[in-house]
């Protein structure tokens, strides 16, 4: 049993089943992902699980007897699907609802409860088989739009599980995609995964946008936070198998086909297109675009060829038909205006053509023009570039495919705009030949190393790490050693870093009766009466409660805000951790937040030096958690281009300066003092995971409470965690004697000698 297989899991299998005669046969899948696989899966164990194609019929027997020589043979592992469920399914939900919806066509879209039925069913067959045949340390690849749910079904029951998901085609705006009843559901079936990729960054950001605004979760650039784990996020353009194309172009047949077409005396310049009939390839747009070069340029009659490659695609759907008659009749059109007896203005081939003859149009075309309206990549992009290879032919390219992203060489276009599509052919027909040939051997060399072998495994490592790192349940709630603790209260050396509300004292349903306890404050007094012990207190109070409750305890640094200010132990000067302090910003996001306040009965806002915060720990909890994802949506926008960040907490939403974070606080404090031979950190929330994360892998980090960590140990609660502090408190063998903390006096001193400390403070 290998340890590591690569499970792949997509719609089709590489292999489709299909009668023939009296016998069921075997005929490859359309569709570029076993062969953009195909490099890597023989080294990597690679299974397959999808669907086949075929319905049961006559002969059930000699069907799975083929299905079986498959799976036992080549690893290929079928999904039953009925008819009518794959008619509901693919059909219906995949491609009359996800795929126009994901490309940003909501009038297109249709919405019908049987078809989403359907479509979770089919999810739900896909996920049961993986589960059948899952072993711990497989990879699972789930691919496409198709199987949006099977992530977080196989999560559900495989908790461990490795799983990774693409999505080929874009992701939409989330205005454009909240419009599905489903959006809930289909973003919480992504997000079982443990790592998300799109083909582009934009992708990447839009749905970013939509679990913000629909599933209220804040993201990071790169990252979910769902609590117990996170899901990582990923750009990652897929390629072509150049070596593939290089391997067909190099062909005796091919070159051969190559040369006659070069050579011909009469030959026309040419213009490639290829594309599946489907509407987001921008077909008739092209159509109408060439029509108006041919009447505002004819100088071009009887010069050039457009050579229109349309494959039938999906030809059940209503949408699909008319797309077809609507191109047949353009193409009719441009031809009977223009045409004349010796010349064809359009090539119209409404059909598959095999890969040899693709490569020698590919070879022989002076111009590829690749027009979608919206597209998640698009490889006839790349696979136009690689059979480019060695001549200048010029590639035009839609903005609104992915490949625009990586191409900059093209001429890129608005496929909207016919007058500019029509310039851009002109231009690229006109275009002097060395400039030509440096933009196609710019683009070869990025088609040729953004391949997809590369891809694949720039995903799977992606997978590899998302996976290690996404598990964040933490450590049980054991606390520290006691050895670890004896070694603590003798070191010489020593630093704390204190968070305070939820893990000195026990949050209270209002922020103000949160005051510190007896126990507390002993603690505090003690360790930061200890010369050779610097304690500070980061919180995200404002300075004049840290001032009112702790101002007096000799010894004890404090940082208010989360870091925004900082008050020295001897000086008890408060000091900025960055310049530039201003709170001008609160007069113009104040209102805001009222109107919040004002929607949601017993919530309040919190106003501090620098920053402002809506509680709503004492609203009807639905409602609240409700409106604070609106309002953290609302605040990003608000909020775009200043340094200024909406953050959701424990029942709460504020803004404050994105900069400031307990972790670089601690940092800024800890750079004059001499290290520390023994440092622990407290903390119980997001806030306090910035300190765990930035403090030197040897401190002592502890968690407060439940939820996801980085910590190292954990304690149940406040009183656990001031026992703790207790024990290292106690008297210490090996204190020197008086020794005042160097930092304390350097930064209580002038700007110049806190600069001579090589703090970073201004
Ligand atoms: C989805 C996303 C993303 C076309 N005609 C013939 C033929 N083809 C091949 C091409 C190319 C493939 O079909 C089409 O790929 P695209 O990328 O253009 O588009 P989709 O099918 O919509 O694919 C897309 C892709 O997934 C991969 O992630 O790029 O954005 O929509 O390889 O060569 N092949 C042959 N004869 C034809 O007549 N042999």
Redesign the pocket.
């Known amino acids: 049993m290998s340890s590591q297989r690569l499970v792949v899991v997509a719609n089709r299998l590489p292999l489709r089943i299909r009668r023939s005669g009296a016998a069921w046969q075997a005929a490859p899948s359309?569709?570029?992902l076993v062969a953009a696989l195909a490099p890597i899966a023989a080294d990597l164990d690679a299974q397959w699980i999808g669907w086949a194609g075929a319905n049961p019929g006559p002969d059930e027997a000699g069907r799975r007897a083929l299905l079986d020589s498959w799976e036992r043979d080549r690893g290929f592992i079928a999904v039953d699907l009925p008819a009518d469920l794959v008619e509901r399914y693919y059909d219906g939900y995949a491609n009359s609802t996800l795929w126009p919806l994901l490309h940003g066509f909501p009038g297109r879209v249709r919405l019908d409860r049987e078809t989403w039925l359907a479509y979770r069913d089919a999810n739900q067959r896909f996920a049961d088989r993986i589960v059948e045949r899952y072993q711990p340390g497989d990879r699972i690849w789930v691919h496409?739009y198709h199987l949006a749910l099977v992530p977080q079904l196989v999560r559900e029951r495989l908790p461990d599980a490795t799983i990774g998901f693409f999505l080929?085609?874009p992701f939409p705006s989330a205005e454009i995609f909240k419009i599905l009843p489903e959006r809930e559901r289909l973003l919480r079936g992504l997000l079982g995964a443990d790592l998300v990729a799109f083909?582009t960054h934009a992708h990447l950001h839009d749905f970013r946008r939509a679990v913000l605004e629909i599933l209220g979760l804040e993201t990071g650039m790169d990252r979910v936070d769902l609590g117990d784990r996170s899901v990582a996020l990923a750009a990652l353009p897929?390629g072509?198998v150049v070596g593939e194309w290089e391997r067909r172009l190099a062909s005796r047949k091919v070159q051969s086909v190559i040369r006659a077409r070069r050579e011909a005396p009469d030959r026309l310049r040419t213009i490639i297109a290829?594309?599946?009939l489907?509407d987001?390839?921008g077909i008739p747009e092209r159509l109408r675009a060439f029509r108006q070069l041919l009447r505002t340029r004819p100088e071009w009659h009887g010069r050039v060829q457009l050579v229109q490659?349309a494959?039938p695609s999906r030809e059940r759907i209503p949408r699909y038909a008319e797309l077809r008659r609507t191109v047949s009749e353009l193409v009719g059109e441009v031809n009977g205006e223009f045409a004349t007896a010796d010349w064809n203005p359009v090539v119209y081939?409404r059909?598959?053509?095999?890969?040899a003859e693709?490569t020698a149009l590919y070879a022989t075309a002076d111009v590829g023009w690749v027009a979608p309206l919206r597209?998640?990549?698009?490889?006839?992009a790349k696979?136009y570039v690689a059979c480019q290879a060695g001549e200048s032919g010029v590639l035009v390219l839609s903005e609104f495919?992915?490949?625009a992203q990586e191409l900059g060489e093209a001429i890129r276009v608005n496929p909207y705009d016919v007058d500019g599509s029509a310039d851009a052919i002109h231009r690229a027909l006109t275009m002097p030949e060395p400039e030509r040939r440096d933009r196609e051997a710019a683009l070869l060399a990025r088609v040729t190393r953004n391949d997809a072998p590369a891809w694949a495994r720039r995903f799977l490592d992606e997978l590899r790490s998302a996976a290690r790192d996404g598990r964040r349940d933490g450590p049980p709630n054991a606390g520290p050693p006691s050895e670890l603790l004896e070694r603590g209260r003798a070191a010489a050396e020593r630093a704390f870093w204190l968070d305070y509300d939820g893990s000195l004292v026990a949050i209270a349903p209002r922020p103000a009766d949160a005051v510190p306890t007896p126990a507390a404050l002993a603690v505090l007094r003690r360790l930061a009466a200890d010369p050779s012990t610097h304690v500070a207190l980061l919180s995200g109070r404002a300075r004049s409660e840290l001032e009112r409750w702790f101002g007096e305890i000799p010894g004890l640094w404090l940082a208010a805000e989360h870091g925004v200010v900082i008050r020295d132990p001897i000086g008890r000067e408060w000091r900025p951790l960055h310049g530039g302090l201003d709170a001008q910003w609160k007069v113009a996001v104040r209102p805001t937040l009222e109107h919040f306040a004002d929607r949601a009965p017993g919530s309040s806002i919190e106003e501090k030096e620098f920053g402002l915060a809506w509680h709503y720990r004492l609203a009807e909890p639905e409602l609240g958690a409700f409106l604070a994802s609106e309002l953290v949506a609302l605040l990003h926008r608000q909020l775009a281009g200043t340094d200024l960040v909406a953050l959701s907490g424990r029942k709460v939403v504020e803004v404050r300066f994105g900069w400031a974070n307990k972790g670089d606080a601690a940092l800024a404090i800890r750079e004059g003092m001499p290290e520390p031979e023994f440092e622990l950190a407290l903390g119980d929330d997001r806030t306090d995971e910035d300190l765990f994360e930035r403090l030197p892998e040897t401190a002592l980090t502890l968690r407060v409470g439940s939820g996801p960590t980085r910590a190292r140990y954990r304690v149940p609660d406040p009183a656990a965690a001031i026992a703790i502090l207790d024990r290292l408190a106690e008297t210490r063998p090996s204190v020197k004697p008086m020794r005042v903390p160097d930092v304390a006096r350097q930064l209580a001193g002038s700007g110049a000698a806190a600069s001579r400390s090589g703090s970073r403070w201004p």
């Open positions: 359309p569709g570029g496409d080929h085609i083909q897929i072509i290829v594309d599946r489907d987001t390839k490659v494959v081939l059909r598959s053509v095999e890969p693709l597209d998640g990549m698009n490889l006839v696979e495919a992915g490949a």
